[in-house]
């Protein structure tokens, strides 16, 4: 089975500051690895995908996440964040091929302030 | 907009009562899932069909029932209600079954509240 921790439930930061949401899985298998954003009262929107290849993957948004195998992290990452990017960020995993369905962290609230 | 039609987008209701949720995927996705958002439980995978199979089955109690359609639309089926089961209930379509096909797309979500 797999899981996902998301280390942080709140992350306040100052616009144009960089910001690092932390996310970690745990799985025996291999993984496909995902971020959404939820923006208020809206659904899901994927932000970004790891399936395979180079470990960094750049996202819609100026969002980036790093891939670390050893580690077994996927940490979302943008060097200059906007009030715009205030939302719900999810962290998710599904297992590699065979059946898609995600595994989700609990969130992290990005609080982007003036 | 996600491609992903979900109605209604509000559901007000009382406990013991009957709801049905309805899921229209994008347009030639054979995948549809469902997904249950709430405080305490987090956002978790209920279950998933595929060209009108059920393929994967997550946390649904077995008072929630789903099936979808040769149409390809999906319905969610929730029956003697909680309390508890006050929640965002999103659906998802993806091309595919797995692998390279794996991107869902959700759905707006409909609020469901148990009074």
């Known amino acids: 089975a797999q899981s996902v921790t998301q280390l942080d439930s709140q992350v306040p930061v100052f616009e144009e500051a960089p910001v690092e949401l932390r996310c970690n899985y745990s799985s025996s298998v291999s993984v496909y690895l995902f971020w959404y954003v939820q923006y208020p009262n809206q659904g899901l929107q994927l932000l970004l995908k790891y399936l395979s290849g180079s470990t960094l993957v750049k996202g819609i948004n100026g969002f980036e996440a790093e891939f670390n195998k050893s580690q077994t992290s996927f940490h979302l990452r943008k060097p200059s964040v906007h009030i715009s990017d205030t939302a719900e960020y999810f962290c998710?995993?599904?297992?590699?091929?065979?059946?898609?369905?995600?595994?989700f962290g609990a969130g992290t609230r990005l609080a982007v302030h003036p | 907009d996600s491609g992903v039609t979900q109605t209604p987008k509000h559901l007000i209701t009382a406990t013991g009562q009957r709801v049905t949720l309805r899921c229209s995927p994008r347009?030639?996705?054979?995948?549809v899932y469902w997904y249950q958002q709430s405080l305490d439980q987090g956002l978790q995978f209920l279950i998933q069909y595929y060209n009108g199979e059920e393929r994967a089955k997550g946390n649904i109690l077995e008072r929630f029932s789903a099936q979808q359609f040769p149409d390809l639309h999906s319905e969610l089926n929730l029956s003697s209600l909680e309390l508890g089961d006050s929640a965002l209930y999103f659906c998802?379509?993806?091309?595919?079954?797995?692998?390279?096909?794996?991107?869902?797309?959700f759905g707006p979500g409909t609020r469901l509240t148990v009074l």
């Open positions: 347009s030639g996705d054979l995948s």
């Open positions: 998802a379509s993806s091309e595919g079954i797995g692998g390279a096909y794996n991107e869902q797309f």
């Open positions: 998710a995993v599904s297992r590699s091929g065979g059946y898609n369905k995600l595994i």
